[in-house]
């Protein structure tokens, strides 16, 4: 393969989880048995350091009509409405005729809050569905994928690009930058945000790796795939979202001047050594070390004839459940606040999903999949806790 960065062709496999299904993929009963499996293996390219996956599922299979609503999640919204807030309070006053075009703008609750503060807004969204939602919420909405061609058909530049959550996911990765780099007024900001490859080996969250996830990004290595199409980041900060992501601010080369905060994280890095290869295969030991640990424990629990239900049902929990292999012998269910999920099949392992509130009786123990959200979990089951039902968390961020 080339490196989807760079196009060098020195890559190297650190770590294989295995075949696996697509994980936002939860089952009916029926389709139990016609699940199709890829290969789940991350690379490291020794030219430009970046990491990233190299088996592609078609991203009409992943995004075609993906039904993931971000205005349904409270805390999600709240941080949209900061981003929104922090933009146009930073940024507001630089443009004539404030606008901004969403990459991936899902249902429109990032341009909504937008909206609120005078901005003229176009999201670009390839699920017909969640794009039709935020029409009908008098979001203007492409349906379609974002690329250079696309930037092209709408013909027009803008003051602010934002890109959430989507910048790792991208298949068509250089025609997708190289439209922000058209598209982006002379003194334009390009919002990005994506996971930190540093904080998921800091923190060992090796479940964030999964198919939609084609890229894990540091600074040095964002930074060079904007290099080759001439943007320049010039302020980057680590949000708690999802468990961690960088929000990076970019730009036309030598507009803006790049800020304290990003050279202090860009130290950091250097100093941390998580760039180099050595930094992925001491990750790759302690993933191992985690199978071998958790696998011991839940069999124990079950030989001790305890019962584990799962806790939450979030997609990276899929990419855990299947690496280390652990099915419904194992945990019973998993439980899940989403009721359309209810009477689903988890990818992969086929466990049953319950919704929470149904439940009328509890396990000894819960497997915490949702592990990100710790703190809200041991506070909202404290009387579980204190009848003596344990909480285990596969990863504990730091
Ligand atoms: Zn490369």
Not at 5 to 31: A, I, M
Not at 206 to 232: A, M, N, P, V
Not at 308 to 327: C, D, E, H, Q, S
Request: some cysteine; overall charge negative; charged content about 25%.
């Amino acid at each position: 393969m080339k490196c989807r960065v760079c196009d060098g062709e020195n890559l190297n496999q650190v770590l294989d989880l295995g075949h696996q299904p697509w994980c936002n993929n939860f089952l009916t009963k029926n389709q139990l048995n016609t699940e199709p499996r890829y290969p789940l293996r991350l690379m490291y390219c020794e030219d430009c350091r970046t990491s990233q996956l190299d088996y592609t599922v078609d991203k009409k299979i992943m995004f075609g009509d993906h039904t993931y609503l971000s205005g349904v999640t409270k805390s999600l919204s709240e941080h949209f409405r900061q981003i929104a807030e922090d933009v146009d309070k930073r940024f507001g006053d630089d443009f004539q005729k404030k606008s901004i075009l969403d990459i991936g703008s899902n249902d429109g609750t990032q341009l909504r809050h937008f909206q609120n503060l005078g901005w003229e807004v176009l999201g670009v969204e390839s699920s017909k569905t969640t794009a039709s939602i935020a029409v009908s919420m008098g979001v203007p909405t492409l349906n379609r994928f974002f690329n250079l061609e696309c930037i092209k058909d709408i013909n027009r530049k803008f003051s602010v690009f934002n890109a959430a959550g989507v910048f790792f996911h991208l298949e068509e990765l250089h025609s997708v930058t190289e439209g922000i780099k058209q598209g982006l007024e002379e003194n334009g900001v390009f919002v990005v945000q994506f996971l930190y490859m540093k904080s998921i080996m800091e923190n060992n969250a090796f479940d964030q790796i999964y198919h939609e996830h084609l890229l894990y990004y540091t600074l040095e290595t964002i930074q060079k795939l904007l290099g080759r199409h001439g943007l320049e980041m010039f302020d980057a900060f680590l949000s708690p979202i999802h468990g961690g992501q960088m929000i990076g601010y970019i730009g036309h080369p030598g507009v803006r001047e790049k800020t304290g905060r990003l050279i202090e994280i860009e130290k950091e890095e250097a100093l941390s050594g998580c760039n180099a290869k050595t930094a992925y295969i001491e990750f790759a030991e302690r993933v191992e070390q985690i199978k071998h640990r958790d696998l011991e424990y839940l069999s124990r629990k079950r030989r001790e004839g305890k019962r584990i239900f799962g806790m939450g049902a979030p997609v990276k929990g899929n990419t855990l459940l299947n690496y280390f292999g652990v099915g419904p012998s194992t945990i019973e269910c998993l439980l899940e606040k989403n009721e359309l999920r209810r009477d689903l099949y988890s990818p992969g392992m086929h466990i049953p999903i319950r919704i929470e509130k149904e439940i009328e009786e509890w396990p000894d123990v819960f497997y915490v999949l949702a592990w990100n959200f710790k703190n809200e979990i041991l506070k909202n089951h404290k009387d579980l806790i204190d009848r003596g039902v344990e909480f285990y968390f596969p990863i504990d961020p730091r």
